[in-house]
């Protein structure tokens, strides 16, 4: 593909519900992230894979966030027993580097917890 | 939390004039970048300026990093109704290890 995608595209979860959000990066990247942005807000990190070792989930708010990315390419991030707290836009990227720079972003996935 | 700090919150223009927009951070960095996010859409990235930097240019845009007082502006030059967005900065510092988006700016242009 000629992006980054995720879907869905829009959530709607009752609260206590386990939810599953899917990225499918640029082919051939490296480096994929999981970024959080309340509205107004500028993105937040979540969690950074290189391939499929997950380097750092410093910013995964609680033990209910769980990401995965098994075979280096597509990842998963799962958030358990959602609260309405956890109700944001959820941005993936992905890059050709090792490092942080320029990230190609997906369009996210806008989530609401009623 | 967000260590990038952006002014203004909003900002407002008629076609044809620039765009200034600011970036504060508060440690030290490797880099920084600026991002532009249509709405509902996700980030593009726009251009990076490395720490021994102190000015870019690309396209219509300029970048100026001053990293003594830990800030950086973004000009848009002859701005269109196109580059209505929210823009934003983002670092990362010496270690590597922590990567940090602003607060942002709304710039709306006007046709």
Request: charged share 20%; hydrophobic share 30%.
């Amino acid at each position: 593909g000629a992006g980054v995608s995720q879907s869905p595209r829009y959530k709607v979860a009752k609260r206590g519900q386990d939810v599953a959000l899917r990225c499918d990066p640029i082919s051939g990247h490296v480096s994929l992230f999981w970024y959080q942005q309340a509205l107004g807000q500028g993105p937040e990190f979540l969690t950074y894979f290189q391939n499929e070792a997950q380097l750092d989930k410093s910013g995964l708010p609680s033990d209910r966030f769980f990401a995965e990315r098994p075979e280096g390419s597509v990842s998963t991030l799962k958030i358990q027993r959602t609260q309405q707290e956890d109700s944001a836009v959820y941005l993936c990227a992905s890059s050709s580097t090792t490092s942080w720079e320029t990230q190609y972003f997906g369009p996210g996935t806008r989530l609401l917890v009623l | 939390s967000q260590q990038g700090e952006e002014d203004p919150q909003a900002l407002s223009i008629q076609e044809g004039e620039n765009a200034t927009m600011n970036c504060s951070y508060k440690t030290s960095i490797n880099n920084l970048q600026w991002y532009r996010q249509n709405s509902g859409r996700g980030l593009v990235h726009l251009i990076l300026i490395r720490s021994n930097e102190r000015e870019k240019h690309s396209g219509r845009l300029r970048v100026t990093l001053d990293t003594s007082k830990k800030s950086s502006s973004l000009l848009i030059t002859a701005s269109r109704a196109a580059d209505t967005a929210s823009y934003f900065c983002a670092t990362d510092d010496v270690t590597g290890n922590q990567f940090y988006f602003g607060t942002g700016t709304s710039l709306t242009v006007i046709p």
